[in-house]
């Protein structure tokens, strides 16, 4: 059997939740689900208890539906086959299927779609595998101190770029309250000015008037 489930597990597979069937029901248009997926992707049925199928859109009557006593008994058939065998023909699995990565039965490796691949006995790789396992530990703990490393350099990246946009802010900052102060003395050594001016002009205006008037 493949890593994929087989042909048998798929066909007695609820199309909503992807598991075994659980009391299975079946429409009229020919799907069948579990009763409370179906119940669930129904909703509200209309007046009439109708409500359409959620595969086909065809119209079914939810509440109506008997149970597939003879898709029941298939799905209880698959799930008493043991732990360790192939769900598609009940062998054990015996091969291992490198290509896959999967253990397999004998029937999967020599007629089934594992035929051709590359295959070695279960107890042999799992020796080999067990072998190579010291290695692949070592590969991950390295590859796990490499991510660690990446992450503090980015990390200390990341507080330059906001000590250094700190910095930049604190500058404009002082930049901008100085501009502002050379403003502010500005303008009041302009309304200063101007009033040295007036002043000057209305004394002068003054004393032009006091001449022609004598």
Known sequence: MSAAPSLLHQELSCPLC???FDAPVTADCGHSFCRACLS??????????????????????????????????????????????CEEHLDPLSIYCEQDRALVCGVCASLGSHRGHRLLP??????RLKTQLPQQKLQLQE?????????????HQLTEV???????????????GKMRDFLAALEG???????????EAGVALRRELGSLNS
């Open 40 to 85: 669930r992707a129904a909703g509200e049925p209309a007046a009439d208890g109708t409500a359409p199928c959620p595969c086909c859109q065809a119209p079914t009557w939810p509440q109506a539906l008997s149970t597939n006593l003879q898709l029941a008994r298939l799905v209880e058939g698959l799930a008493q086959v043991p732990q360790g065998h």
């Open 162 to 176: 906001e000590q250094t946009v700190c910095q930049f802010q604190g500058a404009v900052g002082e930049q901008l």
């Open 122 to 127: 279960a107890a042999e790789a799992h020796a």
């Open 189 to 199: 050594s302009l309304d200063s000015e101007a009033e040295r001016v007036q002043s």
């Open 143 to 155: 590859a796990c101190t490499r991510k660690e490393k990446s992450v503090a350099v980015l990390e």
């Open 18 to 20: 992807l598991q075994l």
